[in-house]
């Protein structure tokens, strides 16, 4: 607890102060974000705005620390709150490397990490199968070997063991019983809060410890489950790609299985992979798919004798380019957008651009007639 010359004392400030601060950021950079896509919309389009959502994001949310945290001022929720930001060891306000070193934390390791973590799998998951297929081709009983047990194991968790949410949560965790450190970036960096006003002693501060009680046990459910599994597949993980037939071969050599029990490993392979682009990587997209990419859309909306059963001018427009539509293509909840549009807008967000409802790329329906 700090205290000031005048002998008015200064607390730490409590959970819930703390989580409404943050509430109120995140409204903000929400406001933000929202203007800042409206802009990179009409400057550069509405695909463009599509492709770079994530960058837009972190561009939001980096203008607005460093308007406020970065130049040693408030944020707008800490303002409301009444609360301010103190070095944990000092009690002082923090210096510019600690103010640094929480924005980077904070936004650009997350989102360096989005980035590089997918390829990073991608290519340890096809260095493990590799390996795996490789050993039982030579030794069949060698895929019982505590070796390729534990490289089964990595190849099967490798999501859960890369991710970084059991830290955050953990993290969050350890906010519910302490009060302190609402962010990773801040605990790493020793930033807390303090209220710039007096607390009275009447004042009934009630602490978050209910929601520490529940995530802790959240985590433990997910621990057991976690075992059991591991215990119930005993050595079946180890016989991967022993059958013949078990597995498919796609684009630079990597496999996927074809047991119905990985479906789960397939789905983040699949998901996580650099899938070629049809505008920049055409050459790629025709090798993996064999299927010949045509220099120009087969069906342009434009043209009025094309699907004339698609009637009124607005009908044949795209909502996400705002222009005819190019090779009209419907996704699982029917509504219809250029297959380019509405490909580029599930890649970074995997839903209807319209409703919301979930739709992989590999689930949009091209029409024809």
Known sequence: MAQTDDGRNFPFAASPDIIRSNQKDAYFQGILLEQLSE???KVKGARFAHNYTSETRTLADLLYLGLTTFIGNRTLGEEYCDIVQVEDDTRRLPNIYRRSGYIVTSILLPYSL???????RRRVRAKLEAVLKRKAAKDPKSASSNIS?????ILHNLDTITSPSPVYAVSLAVFYFSGAYYHLGKRIWGLRY???RRVNPSDQRVGYEVLGVLLVCQMAVQSWLHMHNIYTRGSSIAN???VAGSSAVLDHGVEVSLNPHDYSSNNALLFDSDIPHPEKDKDALQKMTHTPILSEPRYNL???EVMQWINGRQQRKCTLCLEPMKDPSVTTCGHTFCWTCV?????EKPECPLCRQTCHVQHILPLRG
């Open 302 to 304: 434009e043209d009025k």
């Open 194 to 196: 303090m209220f710039t």
């Open 39 to 41: 802009i990179v919309r």
């Open 149 to 153: 047990r534990f490289q089964s194991y």
């Open 240 to 242: 991967i790609g022993t």
């Open 114 to 120: 989005n980035k590089i973590l997918p390829t990073f």
């Open 343 to 347: 490909g580029d807008w599930c890649r």
